[in-house]
């Protein structure tokens, strides 16, 4: 591994000096990014470089890696190349250029060929700003294999937002809509992908943005949405059942809320995602046991497969009440 590492350090400073110059911008900011913390001129480098110094940063980056690629064949480095820490990485930067600008597709389409053909790793599949970088992801995934099944989802609903078009103003795709939201939130749940906070924080903002597709669903089949009193009201009716269906153990119920509501939609399926009701168990008896620890990841799997009341019930008898 040493000399593997030496070797790439060796290539990367053979290419900056055989390139004479081409590469000053970023190893500047990869010394200014060691310094960051530490260095006041360093942070005042990278809190401004302007946008055109970041795609200079971009196509630097890329062309850094792209020798080590053509010497192996294989991927190096990664399009969410992070410049300032906790605060932005390059293809998060070169789609809000692209937003300020008007084309925020286009310039994400160009720099996504250029990560394609580089071989620099995207590997944000399961990320919002996927869908504006299908080509990278794609052989990313290639040359991962063992995630194709994992990403089609993500990548599949990505994929759909750019069937959707563009908007002419911000050269925006379109949001993913409920269902593809929905979807794409119970495999993130059912893998462990985030939090049990994030979890709350998917549920609440489905719920929310489930009212105005509801009521229009409701119109579309000529029933009302405007309550009288002492009627039962049929959008929180449906809006109860997604979230019931959310907290439900495997999130039962989430696939069948969207058939019922968006029969158009082809839901992309999660249930092989789940473990078994014994591998379950076993964890949480590890767990209990002292023998694996109640990380993120295990917190968000108990949820997702035990449902909220599960959940809940696993986590007073760890606390001991």
């Known amino acids: 591994m040493k000399n593997t ?30 310094d960051y913390a530490t260095n006041e001129t360093a942070r005042a480098f990278l809190d401004n470089l302007t946008d055109d110094q970041c795609l200079q ?16 064949g294989k991927m190096h480095g990664n399009a969410a190349y992070n410049i300032i820490p906790g605060r932005w990485n390059l293809v ?16 994400c389409d160009e720099y996504d060929q250029k990560f394609a053909d580089a071989g620099v790793a995207v590997t944000f599949f399961s990320d919002g700003l996927a869908k504006y970088y299908p080509k990278g992801i794609a052989a990313w995934i290639e040359a991962n294999t063992n995630l194709v099944d994992i990403s089609r989802i993500f990548v599949e609903t990505s994929l759909a937002c750019r069937e959707l078009g ?18 794409r939130a119970t495999a993130r749940m059912a893998l462990g992908f985030s939090s049990v906070e994030n979890n709350r924080n998917f549920i609440k903002s489905i719920v929310s943005n489930a009212v105005k597709p509801i009521k229009r669903k409701l119109r579309e089949r000529g029933i009302s949405f405007v309550v009288q009193e002492g009627d039962a009201n049929p959008v929180q009716d449906a809006v109860d059942a997604l979230t019931t269906a959310l907290n439900a153990p495997k999130l039962a119920g989430a696939k069948e809320w969207v058939a019922e509501w968006f029969p158009e939609y082809q839901w992309v399926d999660i249930d092989h995602f789940f473990m078994s009701d014994e591998e379950m168990a076993r964890l949480c008896d590890d767990i209990y046991y002292g023998e694996k620890d109640l990380t993120v990841k295990n917190s968000e799997l108990i949820l ?18």
């Open 304 to 321: 997702s497969h035990l449902g909220l009341d599960g959940y809940n019930a696993f986590i007073e008898r760890y606390n001991g009440k």
């Open 57 to 72: 940063l971009a196509d630097e980056y890329i062309a850094t890696n792209s020798i080590l690629h053509q010497a192996d």
């Open 5 to 34: 590492l030496l070797t790439i350090a060796s290539i990367i400073s053979f290419a900056a000096v055989s390139l004479a110059g081409d590469f000053d911008l970023f190893l500047q900011v990869e010394q200014s990014k060691r």
């Open 92 to 107: 998060w930067k070169i789609f809000h250029i692209g937003k300020s600008r008007g084309n925020a597709a286009a310039l």
């Open 166 to 183: 563009i908007d002419e103003k911000t050269g925006e795709f379109p949001n993913y809509t409920l269902p593809m939201s929905i979807n």
